[in-house]
């Protein structure tokens, strides 16, 4: 089971990247996928989230309208495309499911795979 997460790189303010979160070993369907950050100095905090199952997302006030989480089922792949990029984005990027129906399940009971990070910096 394995969740490799990859696309970071480095932009300036108001650029865009997109994120990749691949699954192997299992299907991410019947999961509920987020995407966490960590920037130096500060705790990991939730970014976004998708249901595979319903297909319900949500983001933190910071990203929402910036940030776009969408899945690939064919490709059991989840992506974060991440557009107006800021300086205050700059952080360690994972991907991380649990095995719920609801995004707020994971936020609540945590996950249960996590992916390796994936570094995204943006200058200004």
């Known amino acids: 089971v394995q969740l490799q997460a990859s696309g970071g790189g480095s932009v300036q303010a108001g650029g865009s990247l997109r994120l990749s979160c691949e699954a192997s070993?299992?299907?991410?369907?019947?999961?509920?996928i987020g995407w966490f950050r960590q920037a130096p100095g500060k705790e990991r905090e939730g970014v976004t989230c998708?249901?595979?199952?319903?297909?319900?997302?949500n983001y933190t006030d910071s990203v929402r309208g910036r940030f776009t989480i969408s899945k690939d089922s064919a490709k059991n792949t989840v992506y974060l495309q991440m557009n107006s990029l800021k300086p205050e984005d700059t952080a360690v990027y994972y991907c991380?499911?649990?095995?719920?129906?609801?995004?707020?399940?994971?936020?609540?009971?945590?996950?249960?795979?996590w992916g390796k990070g994936t570094q995204v910096t943006v200058s200004s």
């Open positions: 070993g299992f299907t991410l369907d019947y999961y509920a």
């Open positions: 991380a499911a649990g095995s719920y129906y609801f995004c707020s399940d994971l936020w609540h009971y945590g996950v249960d795979y």
């Open positions: 998708i249901s595979t199952t319903t297909g319900n997302t």
